[in-house]
């Protein structure tokens, strides 16, 4: 059943055959339907409102479906566009043209063949709408989900996002209830020679196996996340700065750098370096971003030592 509401163009330099074919269109039912006699007065017609079916004739209707497209791309949207030509279909319809040709029509078939033509493109019509909405709406939800994503998809440790969230509910706690924070950066030194080495699919398989070895290391209420591909991060709350010191993390340094990794490609031997950031309730206040960059340029002792590099954050005045 025709959809009355579907906008239609008519282009044509001849007004009778517009006038014809907009009473053909009326009479099953289509009430949207402008006319243009020139190009140029059916772009000005579309840029003011697109429409879902353009049909227009000969060189210039082929000329017009161009610059309609380029604003479907830009505006996206879709215009099915069926051309009224007496050239042949394998030369308008051919893909490798890339004329944006949807159906042809010849003169003499018009009258026979329009009704089922603008049946089908207002079905196809429709069809494109409806697809369009719900992939906008699928596009939007996959959007908030990432917003309010917190689980790292590769290794099922927390992501960057949970990373955050959970070190400014730490900063809040030891702020009004006191304890420490031990917040511990652990870098892989040779990851970009790794991704070289083994390529990605590799890669990611050695990141799942260094997430599972963390675990097995850490207990269970320390926050463990991955921050990006070279990087995981321990943030543990012991109640006294005191326990902020290398050697309590000597262990998960050792069953990192010890122990080799097995893999698809075979074991392969890692080269980590962890720094430990520790501060207490007297370093405040205190931006969460200075701690992560203070763990970054310590990792760096880390790497040319080979140990477990340790600062505590000074007391503020």
Known sequence: MPNPDLSILL???????????????????????????DSVLALEQFDQ??????????????ALTAKVRQRDEMNNHYTYVILISEQSPSLLL???SDNGIDDLLASADVDRHLQTRVLAAD????????????????????ASLEQRN???????????????????????????????????????EESESLQRQYGIDLYDELL???ARRLQQLVRPLDVLARLDERHFV????????????????????DGLNLKTFMTNAGSVELKAGISLVGLDSKCFPLDPQTLMDEAE?????????GVVSAKRLPARS
Do not use: W
């Open 11 to 37: 282009v044509s330099d001849e007004k009778l055959v517009s006038s014809t074919l907009g009473s053909s269109l009326q009479r099953m039912g289509y009430q949207d339907i402008r006319q243009a006699n």
């Open 49 to 62: 409102r697109a429409a879902g079916l353009l049909i227009c004739a000969g060189s210039a209707g082929l």
């Open 94 to 96: 051919d893909e490798t």
């Open 123 to 142: 079905r196809l019509c429709s069809t494109l709408q409806r697809l369009r909405q719900e992939n906008r709406l699928l596009r939007q939800n996959i």
């Open 150 to 188: 917190l689980v790292d998809s590769l290794t099922g440790l927390g992501n960057a996002r949970y990373l955050r969230q959970k070190l400014n509910d730490s900063l809040r706690q030891v702020q009004a209830r006191g304890g420490a924070i031990c917040y511990l950066l652990i870098g892989i």
């Open 208 to 210: 799942q196996a260094i």
């Open 234 to 253: 321990l943030m543990t709350l012991p109640p006294d700065l005191q326990e902020c010191a290398p050697s309590s993390f000597k262990r998960l340094h």
């Open 297 to 305: 340029q310590l990792l760096l002792e880390s790497y040319a030592g």
